[in-house]
């Protein structure tokens, strides 16, 4: 994860508001769109969420879909 305090500047001066926050995944900020997004994951190297547009657990990102996840480690 990369420093949050530098991490939070670089949001604010692109127009995010509320707290920058960091998970074990992802940069989580509020107000910005795709490209200010983007812009944030690419120059950190760390993935970049909307606060507003939260993943789905064990979705496929932030759609409604996903697999059924196998169990065991047998051969595929």
Do not use: K, N
């Not at 001066?13 to 812009?39: K, T």
């Amino acid at each position: 994860m990369p420093d949050l305090a530098i991490v939070d500047r670089a949001a604010r001066s692109l127009g995010a508001v509320g707290a920058v926050e960091d998970s074990d995944r992802a940069i989580v900020v509020e107000g910005l769109d795709g490209p200010p997004r983007y812009y944030l994951q690419h120059g950190f190297g760390y993935q970049c969420h909307a606060r507003e547009h939260p993943h789905l657990y064990r979705q496929h990102g932030r759609a409604r879909i996903g697999w059924e996840a196998e169990i065991g480690t047998g051969p595929a």
